[in-house]
C-alpha cells in the first residue's frame, strides 16, 4: 500500500512541474503585455492639406509578417494595439474603404500587397504613412503617422470650339500608376483614366462634370489624348507632358479648338 501511494504521488508532482515549465517556456518577450497607441494627423503646410482622409487602415509587421491590421474611423480615434516587446514598422493607408478597394487582410498582408480598386470603382484621397518603432516589455508607446497625400485632382477640363458636328469629347491620361502598395509604394504601370466630356449650352464648348483623384504617372512624359467624334469617324490629338501631373497637385486642363492645328492645350496645377 506505502509502495502504491508513493508512486501515485510522484506522478502527481511531475505533472504540477510539466504544467509550470510550459508557462514558463512562453518567455517575457511571448506575452503581449506592451501597448501601442496609433494617432493620424496630415503633414501638410496649409488647412486644406491638414484634413487626413479617413477610413484609415494600420497595419502592423515585425519582420515580414503582419501582426495586426486594424482601421481608424475619424479623426478623434486612437487604435490601442496589444503586442509582444520588438521592433515593428507601422504603415497607414488612408482614403481606401472597403467598398472602393479590395484591403489585405492580417493573415495575408504583405508590405508589397497592393490595395487595389474594385470593379467600377474610382479612386479617393489615397494618403500613406509609415513609421519604424520599438517597444520595451510593459511599455506603452504612441505613435503619431503624418499621412501624405499619394493622388492629384483632375479638377475640371474644358475645351473649346469644337465644331458643332461633335456628336463626343473625351480625354485621356496615361500611363499612371493603377495602385499603392501597403508599403506606401505605388504599383503597376499601365494604368489610364479616360473622361467622358458633356456638351454645354453653346454648342461649342464641352466640359467635365465631376472632379477626379488619380494617381500620378507611372512615367515621363504622360499622354494627354483629347479625341472629338462626328459623323464621318474620331480624330484624336496627343501631347505629351513632362512634369506637370504630380501628386498633391490640384489639375486644370484647358483646350481650344482651331481646324488648322487642331487642339490647343494648356493647364494649371495648384498645391
Known sequence: ?????????????????????????????????SLLQVRTRASGSVPEEKTVAYPVTVYVFQGDECRAAQIIGDEGQTLNIELTEGAYMVYAIGGASAED???????????TSAIMLREGKGHGDLMTAKASVTLEDGEANTVTLGMERRVMMLQNVVLRKIPMAATAVSLTISPLWQSVTVGGNYSGTDGAYA??????????????????????PSSSPASITVRIT?????????????????????????GTYTEAVGVTLSGTIEG
Open 230 to 254: 462626328t459623323a464621318t469617324g474620331t480624330r484624336s490629338y496627343t501631347y505629351q507632358t513632362s512634369d506637370e501631373l504630380e501628386e498633391g497637385y490640384k489639375i486644370n486642363i484647358e
Open 101 to 111: 478597394y479590395v484591403l489585405p487582410t492580417t493573415a495575408d498582408a504583405l508590405s
Open 195 to 216: 473622361l467622358n466630356l458633356e456638351k454645354q449650352g453653346d454648342g461649342r464648348t464641352w466640359q467635365s462634370a465631376t472632379t477626379a483623384f488619380l494617381l500620378p
Open 1 to 33: 500500500m506505502m509502495l502504491i501511494l508513493a508512486v501515485l504521488g510522484l506522478t502527481a508532482c511531475e505533472k504540477t512541474l510539466d504544467v509550470a515549465d510550459d508557462g514558463m517556456s512562453q518567455g517575457i518577450g511571448q506575452v503581449k503585455n
